[in-house]
């Protein structure tokens, strides 16, 4: 990878979603993929190298779709890759969240702001969210855009 994994570039929130749905839609139509193996350099010259190898059944799905869809072979398609199993990843481990998601019968609903967040917001050096980075970039208020504009105008 041309970047390290605490560069991954941001991503638009509309990409991640349509991420979101096409693993959705192959996990559903039992898409399978093979595993895929990453390196991404070092942040600075000196630093190792972070290999991260793709071998569960989901994330190769996931991997699969993405591939499909939007192709592996380009800085943002990794970067959609990355974001979207970094997002799952906390989801899964960060109960706080559970407010800014509904896994319901017709599907998962995520929060706009989530989305945001996890399509712009830094990866770590394993390429994961930092959990209390993620949480503090929620909790802050946001002004609307009706307020913004009275407060610009």
């Known amino acids: 990878m041309p970047f390290a994994p605490e560069a991954t570039p941001a991503v638009p929130p509309r990409a991640l979603l349509r991420a979101w749905e096409a693993a959705r839609d192959a996990a559903n139509a039992a898409l399978e993929g093979p595993p895929r ?34 192709g592996l072979d380009h800085a943002e398609g990794i970067a959609t ?56 970039r929620l909790a802050r208020p946001r002004l609307s855009q009706e307020s913004a504009g009275a407060l610009t105008a």
């Open 37 to 70: 193996a990453f390196r991404f350099r070092g942040r600075t010259g000196d630093a190792p190298a972070l290999d991260l190898l793709l071998e569960d059944r989901d994330a190769c799905c996931w991997a699969e779709a993405l591939d499909r869809h939007v």
């Open 81 to 136: 890759l990355l974001r979207l199993l970094a997002l799952l990843e906390v989801m899964g481990r960060a109960h706080w969240l559970r407010g800014h998601f509904d896994i319901g019968r017709e599907g998962t609903v995520l929060h706009p702001e989530l989305l945001r967040a996890a399509a712009t917001h830094p990866l770590d050096a394993a390429a994961r969210f930092d959990e209390e980075g993620l949480r503090g």
